[in-house]
């Protein structure tokens, strides 16, 4: 199989199937096309007919769209836990995975993913306080009912599609230094500190191209480009 994606410092929509499948280990290799490429189209014309990354290939099956992604490999690797097992469990990831696919717009908007930089603290709006405190509620909902009695610190107990998709939210809170209770902090250093989300970051770093400018109000405390010692 071969996974497109775009810039690891900043295609959130990449890192979703990227990190699911390093988590569980499925094979794949990896093509990226820069988001900034002036051929960026042309490129992947010759794969599809749409405009976005990522896209996955496999053999003579197209996927694209990460939700779409994930339930095609959910499909193909019947054997890995890519959602949970248990049917209640597997309903609310499915549930709070399309919630993060079609909202949060607040925050998505707000603050674009940058793994290269790190933001100042500052409040961000009404907008953003509500998406994440809706987003805390769900990760407490799903830790205190599947994920916590397994002892792993994961969504639903073992790393999912749920942890997938909400891992550039992750992302997003810790760059932007947004504050969040002590238990939405602690699944946020699980996801940061795995060995896969490790991995996609310190690529990320090690990228030369920058795309996206920042905000005219916006403060950056650190540039981790180029200070990352990963």
Request: proline share 5%; aromatic share 10%; with cysteine.
């Amino acid at each position: 199989m071969q996974l497109i994606i775009g810039n690891k410092n900043y295609s959130s929509w990449s890192l979703r199937p990227w990190i699911l499948m390093r988590a569980l280990g499925i094979p794949f290799d990896e093509r990226l096309i820069r988001l900034d490429a002036p051929d960026f189209d042309k490129q992947l014309a010759t794969v599809y007919g749409g405009s976005t990354v990522p896209v996955l290939i496999d053999g003579d099956i197209v996927v694209w769209e990460s939700l779409a992604i994930i339930e095609y490999l959910a499909e193909r690797f019947a054997e890995l836990e890519v959602w949970p097992r248990q049917a209640d469990a597997r309903a609310l990831a499915r549930s709070m995975s399309a919630e993060m696919h079609a909202g949060f717009t607040g925050l998505r908007s707000a603050c674009p993913m940058n793994l290269g930089k790190r933001y100042a603290p500052r409040d961000r709006g009404a907008d953003v306080s509500d998406d994440v405190a809706r987003i805390c509620q769900l990760w407490r909902e799903a830790r205190k009912s599947f994920g916590q009695h397994d002892s792993k610190p994961y969504l639903f107990g073992a790393f999912s599609a749920a942890d997938a998709m909400y891992a550039p939210v992750v992302a997003r809170l810790d760059t932007y230094a947004i504050e969040v209770p002590a238990d939405a902090r602690a699944y946020m250093d699980a996801v940061l500190g795995s060995v896969a989300f490790a991995e996609w970051r310190a690529a990320a770093l090690q990228e030369p191209w920058v795309v996206d400018a920042d905000e005219a109000d916006e403060v950056a405390v650190a540039d981790l480009r180029y200070t990352s010692t990963l």
